[in-house]
């Protein structure tokens, strides 16, 4: 089966410019993986040209077998303790104001990976006191203990993606995942901490019709989050889902200027957009609605 051609509109920096091979010597050097890799994003020549880069933690292989994720799958290895450390240091070194953390799922483990988060996220701001950190967490199997620790790290902005619309969520996703399941995430960690900035994610492209879109949309707004990231599925490899739609960039702009009329705080709706674009930016339009509601 031959690869989808893509549209002129969706184009891509090819590696190896700016601080590119800067950022991949640190990387290698401290042994971390990053899901811009892992996962085949396309978006991974600009941003290590910019020194932005979003760490991957607890291995590079997932418990699960999403079907349109391109991340190894299998039985993980343990966790290593000197990671927490490692991705601290990288920060440093990178100079990141904000910093993106994201994992494998790790259903092999009691509390499913949450304690190492937690470290970790305890070490970027022991380090770096004043990085803003962003996690992007799995489901944690809906575990409340698991997301109380989350919280309870004092991230600034806790993620995580729905990934697309209920009718494919059997389809698309590994059976342990689910749509409801992961719009309880997001409410579970707002009845933690209502003043928690919370985030979500889906993929279009797979079939999903355009009402679909909007009403998971309106889940997501629902569930509590202040931002919503919206972008193209791109096929990684020809043993993930093909793609059925490419969106014009006039249709993505339209679901951003739906995603503000809903009431969301922040809307990044593009091609290219993955769950970390524009993250800070998305954090800090959030922040400015936070404090002008205080005065």
């Not at 990053?34 to 997932?62: F, H, Q, R, Y």
Request: charged share 30%.
């Amino acid at each position: 089966m031959k690869f989808e051609r893509k549209p002129e509109w969706i184009k891509t920096k090819l590696p190896g410019f700016g601080h590119f091979k800067e950022v991949r010597v640190l990387l290698k050097e401290l042994h971390l993986h990053t899901v811009c890799e892992s996962a085949l994003c396309p978006n991974l020549g600009e941003c290590w040209g910019e020194k932005s880069a979003t760490i991957m933690i607890m291995g590079d292989i997932c418990t699960r077998n999403c079907r349109f994720c391109s991340v190894k799958k299998g039985k993980p290895l343990s966790l290593d303790p000197e990671e927490p450390s490692n991705v601290a240091l990288a920060i440093k070194e990178l100079g990141l104001e904000y910093a993106v953390i994201t994992s494998v799922d790790r259903d092999d483990l009691p509390d499913f990976g949450a304690e190492h988060y937690a470290e970790t996220v305890k070490k970027i701001k022991e380090i770096n006191p004043d990085t803003k950190v962003e996690v992007l967490i799995p489901d944690f199997n809906l575990n409340f203990d698991s997301l109380k620790k989350i919280v309870e790290s004092k991230s600034d902005v806790i993620a995580h993606n729905v990934e697309t619309v209920k009718r494919l969520t059997p389809f698309v996703r590994d059976k342990r995942a689910g749509y409801e399941k992961s719009l309880s995430v997001l409410k579970i960690i707002k009845e933690m901490s209502s003043e928690m900035i919370t985030k979500s994610g889906i993929m279009i492209g797979l079939g999903e019709t355009e009402n679909e879109i909007i009403d998971t949309m309106k889940d997501i707004k629902d569930a509590g989050c202040e931002i919503i990231t919206i972008g193209q599925y791109l096929r990684p490899t020809r043993k993930n889902l093909p793609v059925e739609k490419y969106y014009t960039p006039e249709e993505f702009k339209k679901f951003e200027k739906i995603g503000y009329e809903m009431g969301f705080k922040f809307v990044a709706s593009q091609s290219l957009v993955r769950s970390s674009y524009k993250a800070k930016e998305g954090y800090l339009r959030v922040k400015i609605h936070q404090d002008k509601s205080l005065l």
